[in-house]
C-alpha cells in the first residue's frame, strides 16, 4: 500500500472551503436585483474595481480569487440599485483586454485580485493568474502576462495549475 499526503495548500484550501460552507459567507450570487449599492457594499464589502459603463450603469467588480473560479460583475444603474449580475470570468470575455495596449489597471477593473502572481525576472514580465471554470466544465486558468511598464504583452489560457497539483496530490492507495 502506497500513501500520498494532501499538501499544505490543498489542505488549506480545503479547511478554508468548509469554514465558507459553514458559516455562511455571502456571495456576489446572493445579492437581489433592485437592492442599492450601499446595501451590497454592506453586505459583501467594497468592491475591487467600479468602473462607470457606456450606459450608464456602475459595474462592482468582486472577484472570489484565489479559492473560488469566478469573478462577478454587479451593475448598479443611475439610481443606485442592482439591475443585473453576470459572472465576469468567461472567455467571451477574453478579448476585452488587448495586448499591447490594455494595462493592469484595465485588468484589475475587470476581475479585481488574482489568484497567484507570477515573475518573469529574465524577461522582466509578470503575469496574473485568474482561476475560471470554462464552458465544458474544465478546471482552467487565463494569464495576462505584463511588462515593466504595467502594460499587457499577452494574454494566455491553460488548464489551471492548483487543480492538476490538487490531482497529484490526493492520497492514492
Known sequence: MRIKFVSKA????????????????????????GQTQEDVIAYLGE?????????????????????????????????GKVVSREQGLQEKYFNMLTPGKSTEA?????????????????????????????????????????DVNGVMQSIEVTEDPWKNNDRNNFMSF
Open 10 to 33: 490543498a489542505a488549506l484550501a480545503a479547511a478554508f472551503g468548509a469554514v465558507v460552507v459553514l458559516g455562511g459567507c455571502a456571495h456576489p450570487q446572493l445579492v437581489e436585483m
Open 47 to 79: 468592491p475591487q474595481a467600479k468602473t462607470a459603463m457606456p450606459d450608464g450603469t456602475v459595474r462592482l467588480t468582486y472577484s472570489v480569487q484565489p479559492f473560488g473560479q469566478e469573478v462577478w460583475w454587479l451593475f448598479v444603474d443611475q439610481s
Open 106 to 146: 484595465d485588468v484589475w477593473a475587470m476581475w479585481g485580485k488574482c489568484a497567484q502572481k507570477y515573475e518573469f525576472n529574465l524577461v522582466d514580465e509578470h503575469a496574473w493568474m485568474y482561476r475560471f471554470r470554462d464552458k465544458g466544465g474544465f478546471d482552467m486558468a487565463v494569464w495576462p502576462q505584463f
